[in-house]
């Protein structure tokens, strides 16, 4: 049984209560995806079935569990099963209909879906380590996502899918994403830390590995900014290339702890300073290089922020800042999917106009197809966009350059 916590003790912190042997019962909620602690918690153990549970995941109630550790896994297998079968296959969009419409449906099936499976919980100690029986130590992968604990002598309780991508993302950790472009192995590894977007989709870095680099005035030294580094992959292979000075961006603690360590792991850090900003650092660089988020969509929780933009604010904030930190003659390497463009989130011309708005002129276009499993999925509901899309490496420059 986890032990129950004083409310009073973690006044400033989200919490979770149920009721237990007659005894009220709090303890720290901790959500990967952002969501709120469920109103009502039931017990559940190896007795419970998986269409009682479902029924009561459905209808917004935590399942705390109580069993054993692998029938908790197994439950959840029932639940995704029932969760699949329940829901509405999606049709296919008539020509007059708006593009977005099946993403938007897709999206809104998938959050509906997570919320369900969301609610099949765990007990963790306040050394993390989950206690149930046959629980498999949890330790180190619930410290690389959620920090070192365990001196506040706080329980805590989160979702056994959340466990599962933690665990998930420390093998990945420990194991690595293979970039050729940045050499032979065994350095040419990137060890993604958990909530820092992977490198799994090798087309956008090897567009970066084979664009020409700008060229420099005789004896000055190229010197590249990498906005919104995450896990330091293209700042690495901007290193690699032999760019004398990189400066590495990113806002989120996660993405800069996982940057600097990849930065050291491949022997580039002496050429990589990583800085924490919002965008830009002070200066001006000969290359500016971004890959921000490519869909114009709100995240439904903290970690889909690497893939989702909304309102384009990285973009935007990007191409308004341009200008103001190119040298002159330098370049920026904007790197875009057009899936957005596919899925009626933005037009080819909104993003050609931003260009304009913003003083930028294209100097170029580097462009390859996607390489990734669902472009080849027929049964995707997205298949159509995804098969149709595309990603580039745009060049801008200066438009006042062109002018002086």
């Not at 959620?146 to 979702?159: F, I, M, N, P």
């Not at 060229?215 to 690495?236: E, K, M, N, R, Y």
């Not at 990113?250 to 050429?271: H, I, K, T, W, Y």
Request: glycine fraction near 8%; charge should be neutral.
């Amino acid at each position: 049984m986890t032990d129950p916590i004083p409310t009073a003790g973690i006044t400033s912190l989200a919490a979770i209560h149920w009721l237990e042997d007659g005894v009220a019962c709090t303890a720290r909620w901790r959500s990967e995806r952002g969501a709120s602690a469920p109103q009502k918690v039931v017990l559940a153990d190896d007795r419970t079935t998986a269409d009682i549970a479902y029924r009561l995941a459905c209808e917004g109630t935590g399942l705390l569990w109580r069993g054993d550790f692998q029938n908790a896994r197994q439950l959840l297998q029932a639940l995704i099963r029932r969760a699949d079968k329940s829901a509405a296959k999606p049709r296919k969009a008539s020509p007059d209909e708006a593009a977005g419409r099946a993403f938007h449906l897709h999206r809104q099936a998938r959050a509906q879906r997570a919320r369900v499976l969301g609610m099949l919980l765990l007990p963790f100690g306040a050394d993390h380590q989950i206690t149930l029986r046959r629980a498999p130590d949890t330790r180190e992968a619930c410290a690389q996502a959620w920090g070192v604990t365990g001196s506040d002598g706080l329980a805590c309780v989160a979702s056994l899918r959340d466990l599962l991508g933690m665990t998930s993302a420390f093998e990945w950790r420990k194991k690595g994403v293979e970039i050729k472009a940045l050499g032979p192995a065994p350095t040419n590894r990137v060890h993604p830390h958990y909530g820092v977007f992977s490198p799994l989709r090798g087309e956008y870095v090897d567009l970066v590995a084979s664009t020409a680099l700008p060229a420099t005035p005789v004896g000055q030294p190229l010197l590249a900014f990498d906005i919104g580094t995450g896990s330091g992959v293209l700042a690495a292979v901007l290193a690699r290339r032999g760019v004398a000075r990189v400066v590495a961006t990113d806002q989120d603690a996660r993405a800069l702890a996982c940057a600097r360590e990849n930065l050291a792991q491949l022997g580039v850090a002496a050429q990589v300073e990583v800085v924490q900003a919002d965008l830009f650092p002070p200066g001006q660089a000969n290359l500016v290089v971004c890959n921000p988020p490519w869909l114009p969509a709100r995240a439904s929780a903290p970690i889909e922020r690497a893939v989702y933009d909304e309102d384009s604010r990285m973009l935007l904030g990007f191409l308004a800042g341009l200008a103001d930190h190119l040298l002159p003659g330098g370049e920026g390497w904007l790197i875009m999917s057009d899936l957005a463009e596919h899925l009626g989130l933005r037009t080819r011309a909104e993003l050609l106009a931003a260009f304009e708005q913003h003083g930028l002129t294209v100097l170029g276009r580097l462009e390859t197809q996607a390489q990734h499993p669902k472009a080849a999925d027929v049964n995707d509901p997205l298949h159509a966009a995804r098969a149709a899309e595309r990603t580039s490496l745009w060049r801008l420059g200066n438009r006042m350059d062109s002018r002086s």
